[in-house]
């Protein structure tokens, strides 16, 4: 492989892994989760974005937030209309796992 089409298999790799579309879809395919979830993997991926293709500079990220623009509103929309998800039972919100249960022979 010449040093052009490395590259352009690196930027082909990026598009797909970390552009808007990629993001979008990693968003809808956690669409029952609770907002917070949501928020988080977001923020994840963007930063994670951010260490593998730095944004040097406020204006870099500005403009990466702004490529996913649509799926920062989406998430925002669904904190103010769905904020714990689409599951029917309502649960206690707990990143940690899930909570202990009694311990055998107490």
Same mark, same amino acid.
């Given at each position: 492989?010449?040093?052009?089409?490395?590259?352009?298999?690196?930027?082909?790799?990026?598009?797909?892994?970390?552009?808007?579309?990629?993001?979008?879809?990693? =968003?809808?395919? &956690? #669409?029952?989760?609770?907002?917070?979830?949501?928020?988080?993997?977001?923020?994840?991926?963007?930063?994670? @974005? !951010?260490?593998?293709?730095?944004?040097?500079?406020?204006?870099?990220? =500005?403009?990466? &937030? #702004?490529?996913?623009?649509?799926?920062?509103?989406?998430?925002?929309?669904?904190?103010?209309?769905?904020? @714990? !998800?689409?599951?029917?039972?309502?649960?206690?919100?707990?990143?940690?796992?899930?909570?202990?249960?009694?311990?055998?022979?107490?």
């Amino acid at each position: 492989m010449s040093p052009s089409e490395v590259q352009h298999e690196v930027h082909q790799a990026w598009r797909e892994a970390y552009g808007p579309a990629a993001t979008r879809r990693a =968003i809808d395919m &956690i #669409a029952n989760e609770p907002a917070p979830y949501k928020i988080s993997h977001l923020i994840a991926r963007l930063f994670f @974005r !951010g260490i593998y293709f730095p944004n040097k500079g406020a204006w870099a990220w =500005i403009k990466a &937030i #702004a490529e996913n623009g649509g799926t920062v509103l989406h998430v925002v929309h669904q904190c103010f209309t769905n904020w @714990r !998800g689409r599951s029917t039972a309502v649960e206690e919100l707990n990143f940690d796992g899930p909570l202990p249960g009694p311990v055998a022979g107490d």
